[in-house]
């Protein structure tokens, strides 16, 4: 974001320049868990814990990953809440970026049907090194172990 809305090097605020004219916030990625009649849902699975080796270096210095811990993530949460991956019945994406998919793999032996989007599955489909806020890592299940349902 930083990029598309202060493109001057002198503007850009990173993890090594954190003075500027604008201010940080703290914005965690989200996961939300939806209690629904025909089981529980999960929407977006947040950063893998593997974000050190996985993301580009020029990720990196973009947002400011230091918080981001292995307790933080995904399947710490869900199980300090009773939960594990069998318990979903839908996992949904709403994209597939490293930010937002990266617990997806935690659900590759899981029983939950997987929900991403149709045009942006077919953009990934070939894949196979990270760019654009993509790792491979974080969807290879959804070729090769559980073919994801695909909506429009």
């Not at 045009?119 to 073919?147: C, G, K, M, S």
Request: proline content about 7%; overall charge negative; some cysteine.
């Amino acid at each position: 974001m930083n990029l598309s809305v202060f493109p001057h090097p002198d503007l850009v605020l990173n993890v090594s320049r954190r003075a500027g004219a604008k201010h940080w916030l703290r914005c965690p990625v989200l996961s939300y868990v939806i209690e629904h009649t025909d089981g529980l849902l999960l929407w977006d699975t947040g950063v893998s814990t593997e974000w050190p080796t996985e993301w580009l270096e020029a990720w990196q210095q973009l947002i400011d990953l230091s918080e981001i811990t292995p307790e933080s993530c995904l399947l710490s949460r869900l199980e300090a809440e009773g939960w594990g991956p069998d318990d979903f019945r839908y996992v949904v994406q709403s994209h597939l970026h490293a930010d937002h998919a990266g617990g997806l793999r935690l659900f590759q032996d899981a029983g939950a049907e997987i929900v991403v989007q149709e045009a942006e599955y077919r953009h990934i489909q070939n894949l196979r090194e990270p760019q654009r806020f993509w790792v491979p890592a974080d969807f290879t299940l959804l070729h090769d172990v559980r073919p994801p349902t695909l909506v429009d």
